[in-house]
């Protein structure tokens, strides 16, 4: 069975300071991995993804996460925060049966101070 | 470009009033799939479809019907509504995984529904 956990569900950083959003996840095949954001009253946006094609991926607005198979992790993070980043982001793996279906974590809310 | 269109976007009801949810999509996507959301619990999917015609049950199907007649389209119906289902709903769609395409979920902005 396939998991994601999100460690943390809000976090808040001071504009400027590292963003860095923990997702580790469990899967029994080699896991697809996506980052979504969701801006307040929105739909989610997909931020980036793992494919396996490099563990170190860049996303939109500034964010990259690294995937990391030995710690079956794929954290989130962002040198330089800004107001706007203020959300809640979504970590998912794709499910093993490949019939469109993303196992998400629980989400964790980004609150940045100014 | 519209991707995924759902309506309504707010809806109030009353227990025990049936209603649907609207979902389509224009990307010629043959998987789509039906998430709510509520705090806390991240996104749960209610049901998913392969394709016209194929329907099946996700992790929370309970009091809701699906059916796909067409590619683009893929309605979700309450049937008789209790307050539990007050929450948000996504519909998604996506095209297969494959070497070259990594099944990506595109969203709509969600359906708002209260249940008094």
């Known amino acids: 069975a396939q998991s994601v956990t999100q460690l943390g569900s809000h976090v808040s950083v001071s504009e400027g300071a590292l963003v860095l959003l923990r997702c580790n996840y469990s899967?029994?095949?080699?896991?697809?991995l996506f980052w979504y954001v969701q801006y307040p009253n929105q739909g989610l946006q997909l931020l980036l993804k793992?494919?396996?094609?490099?563990?170190l991926v860049k996303g939109i607005n500034g964010f990259e996460a690294e995937f990391k198979k030995s710690e079956t992790s794929f954290h989130l993070t962002k040198p330089s925060a800004h107001m706007s980043d203020a959300a809640e982001y979504f970590c998912a793996v794709t499910h093993s049966s490949n019939t469109g279906k993303l196992i998400f974590g629980q989400g964790t809310t980004l609150q940045v101070k100014p | 470009n519209a991707g995924v269109t759902q309506t309504p976007k707010f809806q109030v009801l009353k227990t025990g009033q049936s209603m649907t949810l609207q979902c389509a999509q224009d990307?010629?996507?043959?998987?789509m799939s039906w998430y709510r959301q509520d705090p806390g619990m991240g996104l749960r999917l209610i049901h998913y479809s392969v394709g016209a015609g194929i329907t099946d049950q996700g992790e929370v199907p309970n009091g809701y019907n699906v059916s796909r007649s067409t590619t683009e389209d893929f309605p979700l119906r309450l049937l008789s509504a209790a307050p539990s289902q007050t929450s948000v709903y996504f519909c998604?769609?996506?095209?297969?995984?494959?070497?070259?395409?990594?099944?990506?979920?595109?969203f709509g902005e969600g359906s708002r529904l209260t249940v008094l």
């Open positions: 899967s029994s095949v080699p896991p697809y």
């Open positions: 998604a769609s996506s095209r297969p995984r494959t070497s070259e395409n990594t099944g990506e979920l595109f």
């Open positions: 793992y494919t396996s094609a490099a563990t």
């Open positions: 990307m010629n996507h043959e998987y």
